[in-house]
């Protein structure tokens, strides 16, 4: 029975983070896979989210479920600017390019908070009700992880209706899948691309708010998760929600597994198990055809 | 000794171009010049300038994989860091302490790493190579995290025994006059080496396979075999230059295989201009002065001066300062002459 009670918490502390980094990563996979764009910058809407959540709550007085609002609406709005300001004209360039203009443009966002709110961590104040425990039954565990796994769950169901069920989703999926096919058939990939960049912009924006309680909230949160969120997408395949669901979902319980019993080569292990993934299936472990 | 081409296609520009850039010209002199000028005028500058002249090294190791073969990588301080722990640990463990004959042993190892790395890594492209590259040198930090025993973990090595250069010279911290030189040369060796390979037939493959990959397998090049062994060249470059700065610091840290370092000479790379050779030793030196003078006073606007000038290099800059002026002295030629010159591009 204890070890029953273990496996549980594990589990759930497992899957609470696993859907941080979904919620993260899922914009990043969309706009790699639709352009094929190295945007190294993603983890800096997080960073760019997170702030604008944790400054509304704790000095604008704003509630935790308005502020995640605001943060998405913000990031969103940012990220429309840099995308048709600076990504748009290197859609064709080349990849050394878009990754020197995406480090570029992190290091330009790590200075500005630095600038703004200094280099200390941001911590963000959960409201009453968020925390403690909740008895589920078998087990008793923190109530801001099951709110997580359930707010996860909540937007992977609706990003999979989106994807799945609606004109926008079935263009981003063919655009892809094969982009000069969608584009010879008049979907208009640029404002495709312009909606799927702010909307998953925005989502990293909720995952940078959301998971700020335990992967902390710095200027250097960007290049910290960095590899973390790569390594979600790379496994999860380009261009795919339920990959990158189920990478995010594996990825978080075997950090958290691994960090519990093998605290000092858990991470290595990570590293190795997705060099060798990728080896073996380059497009990722859910993704489609190799491209 | 080539035949000599034949008569006539020589009068064209481009012709003249391809067949006289190998030649070593004037200007090619002032770099060495200004390091000796350096070692001579500022000698409380040595410390840096040593820094400087190992961070060459390391662009350069980077340009001929990146700026040639055309593989971005995100990982090369993989190598780096291999060269300056086989020279930290040998030398700690008390079993081998000679410096060149360590350099020797960093190159070897980092080659190594290169060749196991890149026999499996080559095989992708893209955005899948660029995550691979990340990951193996990820991996790697986190092994000289474990093996603490041996790497002094996060803290490293420090006080890493060094005996003196030809049983004479010692490498003195303080005073780093022996470290200077000692750079100095093996960066004038590898240099001649690197030069030599990319105009030789080897190295114009490489510019084939960056500028044309499947034309260069329609033609029948062994694309993989070329690119794999560029990898490993470049990786053990960099394995000197790490097991030089191990022994030019006496110390060896987890930072000499980090993301940091491996962003960073990208950037200095980027800056100079790739597949340049000198692009390395601009960047490096533009890069290396404003850091040096900047980032302790300033870190934070350091560090957004930085990034917007990426930002810029990205969008409109594609080669770096040497890009720039290339273009800039080409319209001025075509000014004055009135007739077109031949294409930047060619180089």
């Known amino acids: ?291 | 000794m080539t035949p000599a081409p034949p008569s006539g296609v020589l009068n064209r520009p481009a012709a003249l171009v391809l067949a006289g850039r190998h030649r070593i010209r004037l200007w090619e002199t002032v770099p060495w010049t200004l390091a000796i000028a350096l070692y001579v005028a500022f000698p409380k500058y040595l410390a840096f300038g040593t820094e400087l002249l190992i961070t060459i090294l390391f662009a350069l190791s980077l340009d001929l994989v990146l700026g040639y073969a055309g593989i971005v990588t995100l990982g090369h301080a993989a190598f780096f860091g291999a060269g300056a722990y086989t020279v930290g640990i040998l030398a700690k463990q008390g079993l081998w302490s000679e410096p060149i004959t360590g350099l020797l042993l960093a190159a070897a190892m980092a080659a190594a790493v290169g060749l196991g790395s890149g026999l499996v890594l080559l095989r992708t492209r893209g955005l899948t190579l660029l995550m691979l590259t990340l990951c193996t040198m990820a991996l790697l930090e986190e092994a000289a995290n474990l093996a603490h025993v041996y790497t002094g973990g996060f803290d490293g090595l420090d006080s890493v025994p060094i005996t003196p250069l030809f049983g004479r010279f010692e490498f003195n911290p303080l005073y780093p006059t022996t470290q200077y030189l000692y750079v100095l040369a093996v960066l004038f060796a590898c240099f001649a080496f690197v030069r030599t390979l990319v105009y030789s037939p080897f190295g114009q493959s490489l510019t084939g396979i960056r500028e044309n990959l499947l034309r260069m397998r329609a033609v029948g090049a062994p694309v993989r075999t070329r690119l794999v062994l560029c990898y490993t060249l470049s990786a053990a470059i960099a394995g000197i230059a790490g097991g030089i700065w191990a022994q030019a610091n006496a110390y060896v840290n987890l930072g000499t295989l980090g993301l940091d370092r491996a962003a960073t000479v990208l950037i200095i790379l980027a800056l100079g201009g790739h597949g340049r050779l000198y692009g390395a030793f601009i960047g490096a030196a533009a890069y290396m002065s404003l850091s040096h003078f900047l980032s302790k006073v300033y870190p934070t606007g350091w560090q957004l001066g930085l990034g917007l000038l990426l930002v810029v290099i990205a969008l409109f800059a594609n080669n770096g300062i040497l890009g720039v002026v290339e273009t800039l002295a080409h319209t001025l030629r075509r000014r004055r002459t009135g007739t077109p010159a031949s294409p930047p591009g060619l180089r």
Request: aromatic share 10%; no cysteine.
């Open chain 1, 1 to 291: 029975m204890i070890f029953g009670v273990d496996v549980a918490s594990m589990l759930l502390g497992g899957v609470a983070a696993g859907m941080v980094l979904f919620i993260v990563s899922v914009g990043l996979s969309l706009t790699m896979g639709l352009m094929g764009f190295v945007n190294l910058a993603h983890g800096g809407f997080a960073m760019l989210g997170g702030y604008v959540i944790v400054q509304a709550m704790n000095h604008w007085g704003m509630g935790f479920a308005v502020a995640l609002v605001l943060g998405f609406v913000i990031t969103a709005a940012v990220s429309v600017v840099l995308e048709r300001l600076l990504y748009s004209r290197l859609y064709r360039a080349a990849e050394l390019d878009q990754v020197l203009l995406t480090v570029g443009l992190v290091f330009v966002m790590i200075a500005s908070v630095t600038l703004l709110l200094g280099p200390e961590n941001q911590p963000l104040r959960l409201p009453l009700a968020l925390q403690g425990q909740i008895d589920l039954g078998i087990v008793k565990y923190r109530t801001y992880s099951i709110v997580l796994i359930a707010t996860g769950l909540l937007l992977a169901a609706g990003l999979w209706l989106a994807f799945e069920r609606t004109q926008i989703g079935a263009q981003i999926r063919a655009a892809v899948d094969n982009r000069r096919m969608a584009e010879s058939l008049g979907i208009n990939i640029a404002r495709l691309f312009t909606i799927t960049f702010a909307a998953g912009s925005g989502l990293a924006a909720l995952g940078g708010g959301l998971g700020a309680e335990f992967l902390g909230l710095d200027p250097q949160y960007p290049l910290k998760y960095l590899v973390y969120f790569l390594i979600v997408v790379a496994v999860g395949g380009l261009g795919r929600v339920t990959g990158v669901f189920y990478a995010a979902l594996l990825i978080g319980v075997l950090d958290f597994v691994l960090k519990k019993y093998l605290p000092q080569g858990g991470t290595a292990f990570i590293y190795g198990f997705t060099i060798l993934l990728l080896l073996w299936r380059p497009q990722g472990l859910f993704g489609g055809q190799a491209r």
